[in-house]
């Protein structure tokens, strides 16, 4: 995304406050389903030889992201361009990659180990949105949650042994 295109979005987002507060809820949202939704698949695992790879591989892939966010440290698009987003973060830098797509794609990734095949499509559709919402809202570059949800499907595939 460049300044212009940024500048543009930013533009849209001043004149239509109502826009924001939708988008702005529907982060809230989708976060807070995904924290229950990974809840409910551990409990649908919760007697299965599969329940310690779902509690360790995204535990050890929290960690290992947040870890290589704050050695990146890469500025956010409101820093770069000098021009506020339309969803505000309080801290500065730590964009890439992004953790929310991350995590999203992690559970997503997580409910197809688990066989809960529909229940990872979902996920996965939901965590474009999550994408979708992280960039129109200016916290984050294409870049950022790309490399968010890449790093998703590398821990999927080394966490749960998928490529051994």
């Known amino acids: 995304m460049n300044k212009e295109r ?5 533009q ?4 239509h406050p109502e826009q924001v507060s939708a988008l702005q809820f529907l982060d809230t949202l989708l976060t807070i ?3 229950f939704s990974y809840i409910d698949l551990l409990l649908l695992h919760k007697e299965s030889e599969k329940l310690i790879p779902l509690i360790a591989v995204p ?4 960690i290992l992201i947040t870890l290589l966010r704050e ?4 500025p956010r698009p409101a820093e770069v361009y000098g021009i506020p987003s339309a969803l505000q973060k309080k801290k500065p830098g730590r964009s890439f990659p992004s953790r929310h797509v991350f995590s999203a794609f992690l559970i997503a990734f997580s409910c197809f ?3 809960e095949a529909s229940m990872g ?3 996965g559709i939901l965590s474009l949105v999550v994408a979708l919402i992280r960039v129109c809202g200016g916290l984050h570059f294409v870049s950022d949650v790309l ?17 051994f």
Request: aromatic share 16%; glycine share 14%.
């Open 6 to 10: 940024y500048e543009k979005m930013m």
């Open 12 to 15: 849209h987002f001043a004149r």
């Open 33 to 35: 389903g995904f924290v």
């Open 59 to 62: 535990a050890v892939g929290l």
């Open 71 to 74: 050695w990146i440290n890469k």
């Open 113 to 115: 180990y688990a066989g």
């Open 121 to 123: 499509w979902l996920m």
């Open 147 to 163: 490399a968010g949800a890449l790093c998703a499907l590398a821990a999927a595939l080394i966490g749960y042994g998928l490529i």
